[in-house]
């Protein structure tokens, strides 16, 4: 009997401040812990182990490689593929540098010949087991790899085999995530005894025909944006730990998480701006938000002032004073009857759109200079009207997407970085 | 007191048997002077021999339908048409038109004491040149060879004479200009002139054909001819043919005409051996007397070759056509009296013509009542 | 020398009246059903359209018995037909269609010339029927058996929300055309086209025939649903969640308690949806009878094969639906039909419940989407519809939801109403049927376009000719003798009924510049030296 550990999308460094920095590698210190533990015979990580292929910040860094050496040393060793993430056109992430390392082992070994793309598997010595996985590229663009993969040749290899891939599948979607760029099952080689796969941030496992496990352990912690929501919804958080033979016996969810989290929703419909903000510092004022993580949806058409006139930065520190480890304040769904007026009072557009992306900017969490402040508004108002332009009657869809994408990738400077 | 029909039928079958005599069937009989008949025996008939030649035969023949009338003017569509044929074959016309069309307008006047007929013609289509000439188509109302019995010719007849000169006009258009020596022309009906001037038409016709060596003939296709025992000379034949068992096409030599109005050769023939009719050939005398037996049958093979159509066996099919193509139907009848009838109302004379033709149109009148 | 002069004459109008025009056909020429003859005149060229045959003769009928008894009893001797050709020719009977002057095309409304010639149409009399902007192909036209080089094309976008009908006996072509009119429709990217495809036969690969797989574009332009999905298609797979009461009201007999008792249990789970599973897993809500759940259990494990093994776990028979998995499938096909793919859905190993539950998932989804958009104004002040692609639905055996008694029985289902309403929203019907005459007339009056292939069958043909947009009473005879490929296209978009050859699928795509199946593994993307990462 053996048994080995599958997680992916661990994410690291996309929380970097604080208590949330700490709970995210804690998550993966912990995983890793439970993995020498349990004694698995090997880790299977299907992508995203960090959040960038080139993480700036080190010491998270440091602290992984630290508890990946020790898991090694302990004679477990690490089959990993790129994410969407943490990778790179030029095989430069950090992932390569810890396998030159010695500390992981990438199970990616393609080769093209003839047009058609070969996976060399990596034979685990104590198992047995062979490991083959794809990595993926950012937007998807793993599918073209997929439609060159030479099925039959996997599918003719035998022994207990395990194929690692970070995609969504379009068969497996869940609703919410339809316009998620996915895969169909059917460019999967049939009859592998596990699918371990990443990319969708909630565990789930599954089994379409030809295909009997498929599985997706979701982030260790609360990866980042929406997933907070998520978690805090009750969404559980860990990695699976498989035990097998000849065939799979059992699939074990293990749960990581270390914080509790919160959700809460409101609805400011009717109010104007002031009593909007009255309420919710009302509310606020009574959450038991001690050592959680908050996530707040706010949501409504507000009768009268701007949504610009509640300060929310404001509403967020009176839930950090009270012990909060971190809040997330969702306002997307929050609108102002007094916007649609400002529009009918015949202001030039621009105007408007240069106010409404200030107000904003400031709520988007980017490290990224650029993207920040006035140099960020300016590139959004750019980029804006480059998205606007229209259809040419003379182009078709597939040349107007491709004169979308080519300026706008002028705006971002990121002119060449897709070249396929 | 009522009879019953069949008894009545009865009767009238057992007069007529009484008169029918099936037993002698005597010689042909012609009541005109000039014709020498021969007697009918079962040796009379000569088989019609095959003799094969590309000579031609041209048929014409003539239509006509008064179109608007009064008992002092008649106005009538004429139609002359001809076609011409080897054996079964259909030759094209060379030069001259194949159809001759005109309005002949016959008005009586009254003159010299007497209502005079005059006639003009009207071509609508051919040439003018193939017309019969306007003089010749005057005559006294009371001519002894129009009238019928000692009644005022009808001005109808009249009409109807044009159309007879004008086939004779067209059929020496054809000798002159599209027939060639050893050729046939064929009229039908008989070459006898009955009309004034009819006679100088046939002349110039006959003359014409002889100078060219075209044989002139004419086939009738009813004949009221008898024997002198009363029996009708044609079924008398077909009686004789029967009696000889003779299986194949034949001819029978009747009767040698001499007089000026008929100066001819008859037979009787049978142009299709399957067929039960037989016609009265006539052939011009001189060119009839100039044919060795060889000639004979070849211009017979003609026709016997001529006359082999489903429809009609035993009839020539060029008569036929000529028949067919010349005849004036009632709707085009119709359509030329709308034509003059809205000239005459667009020329406000219709009111003045319509008081005559009332006279006459009692019939149609009576007919439209049902 | 005019176009009349050069080309042969074959006949000459000699009588008739409207509709029924005399022409005599000129011997040794062919005068065929069907046929499309022009007679030239100062208005312009009148086309005319022979709809009947028959014999002509100047000889009298029984003339002619007689005349063929001699014959055949060997009689006749030395007899025969003088004049053979002038006396006993053909007659063809005509109806003049079109009037075309230039460019402009118009229903005659006078009577040809009398006794004007007539000639067999050539290619340039129909250039007006070329519309290269138009991108719906059906086929070339056709004159009696003799295709032109003309293509008949409509224009997509008003042929397919104005419904077309195809009816069809069973060898006629029908399939062959819909795979012609979708391939010539794959680039249209404005319109969408849902095929519910029962025989496997449209989407071709996994060789098999050819199909729509094979089209150029076929990668970013068709999608394919299947249960035994071939790598790169999609594996047909719904979520139980995606299926609502209202659904399985249309496709199953209910009676009013097991109705509402179908939506207690759905309003029970409106929130987590899953209220099918709560069926089976003996959760009755309050005001639900037993009995009444046991029939609701039987009556899905009827419709959709769906059933509890002995952990009490929810199975699916029919692997088309799931408890599981396929949460996104209806999205997928709505997204890609929106963005004016076509999408094949391959039923051929479903019943028919099950296949025509999945075309009314998508098109009640489809319709409520664009019934909204209608609504709602977008950027440029008109309304979002405006912007949206057509979007079509191909179903076969058409009766099975338009039929008269399956209507009477059960009231409108979706697609009766797309079929009468569907218009307004841009949703159209591709309806395939072999029994025109089950369908209502009601029906039939909004499917504008038809394209009718032969048909033997008395009532299918007085029913195909009474509900077509022209007149086609004088088309009788000759909907009888159409050719496996031929077909007629009558629509309120040809200014008359149009005769057609659909070309072989294989020949018409062999037309298309191929895609080089070798360059794809080397595609554009991907150069040799590029290392796969």
Known sequence: ????????????????????????????????????????DFIVISGDLFHVGVPSDLNTVRQAVAKMREVTEHGIPIYAIYGSHDYTPTSTSIIDVIESAGLLTKIVKPQVIDGTLKLECVVDARTGAKLVGISARRMGLEREYYDMLDREELERLDGFKIFAFHSGIDELKPEYLSRMDSIPISLFPKGFDYYAGGHVHQHSEHRLPGYDRIVFPGPLFAGYGRDFEFTAKGERRGFYIVSFDQTVTDVEFVETVLVESMFKEYSLTGLNSARAQDTLAESFGSLDVDGKIVVLKIRGELSGGKTSDIDFVHLQNLLYDRGAVDVHLGRRGLTSADYASIKVAGEDVTIIEERLFKENVGTVHTNIPELQGDSGVKLSLELLRVLKEDKNPAENKKEYEARMIEDALGVLQLKGAFEK | MKRKTSQVASELIKRLDTHLNDESIGNPFFPERGIQPFPLTTDG???IQNV??????????????????????????????????????????????????????????????????STSLFPLAGEEAILPRERDLSFSSMDRSITVGNQRADIYRVGSISRRFSELVLAKSVVENELAPGDVILLDGTLQTAFPNEYAYLAELSQAAQKKGVILGGLSKTSALFTDTGYSLLGALDKLSAEKGITSEWYYPIADGTSKDHFVFILGVKLNAISERIFRLEIQRDQFLSLDERELNELLTQLVRNSADYTFPGYPYGLIDADRFARVTSSEREHYFAILRSQMAAMGKWEKFYRHVKATDAHNVLNKLG | ?????????????????????????KTDTKIELGNLLVAESRNGLLILQVHNLFYGSQVSREVLELTAGLELEGRGGSLEFFDESLRNYVLAEARAVALVSGNRVTIPKALPDFFSSVRHVVNEDLRFMDVPENTAYLGKVRSGSNVLDVPVRLNAQDLFTHHVLIPATTGRGKSNLVKVLLWSVVNDDNLGVLVLDPHDEYYGGRGKELGLSNHP???????????????????????????????????????????????????AHKKDKQWIEAIFKDERPENVAPMTAAVLQRKFKTALGLDVNEQGDLICYNRAFSATSGESTLSEMIAALESGMIVVVDTSRLSDKAELLIGSLVINEILTKYQRYKQETGSSGVSKLEDKPVVSIVIEEAPRVLGADVLSQGGDTTYSTV????????????????????IPTTVLANLNTKIIFGNEMASERNAIISSAAQDLKEDYATIGSLDKGEAIVSSIFTKFAIPIQVPLFDDYVAEYPSRDTSEDKHDIHLKPNRRVV
Request: glycine residues 8%; hydrophobic residues 40%; charged residues 25%.
């Open chain 2, 52 to 117: 094969d030649s590309d000579k031609k035969t041209a048929f014409v023949d003539g239509g006509n339908q008064e179109v608007l009338g009064a008992p002092n003017f008649s106005v009538q569509l004429n139609r002359v048409y001809f076609g011409m044929w080897s054996g079964n074959k259909r030759i094209p016309e060379r030069s001259i038109p194949k159809r001759i069309e005109f309005f002949a307008a016959t008005f009586s006047d009254f003159e010299r004491g007497e209502i005079q007929y």
């Open chain 3, 1 to 25: 020398m005019t176009r009349m002069e050069e080309l042969e004459i074959v006949g000459q109008i000699i009588a008739g009246k409207v509709a029924h025009i005399l022409i005599r056909e």
């Open chain 2, 45 to 47: 008939f000569k088989t």
């Open chain 3, 419 to 438: 079929a009468r309403e569907g218009r307004k929203f841009k949703i159209g019907l591709v309806a395939i049927t072999q029994l025109t005459s089950v």
């Open chain 1, 1 to 40: 009997m053996h048994q080995f550990a599958h997680m992916a999308d661990v994410h690291l460094g996309a929380n970097r401040h604080g208590k949330m920095a700490e709970l995210e590698i804690g998550a993966f210190v912990r995983a890793m812990d439970m993995c020498i533990t349990r004694k698995v």
């Open chain 3, 217 to 267: 574009d076929a990668k970013d332009k068709v999608k394919y649903y299947s249960l035994a999905a071939p790598a790169g298609t999609n594996t047909l797979v719904i979520n139980l969640k995606s299926i609502m009461p209202w659904h399985i009201e249309e496709l199953v007999n209910l009676t009013d308690p097991q109705s509402e008792a179908l939506y207690g249990y759905y309003f």
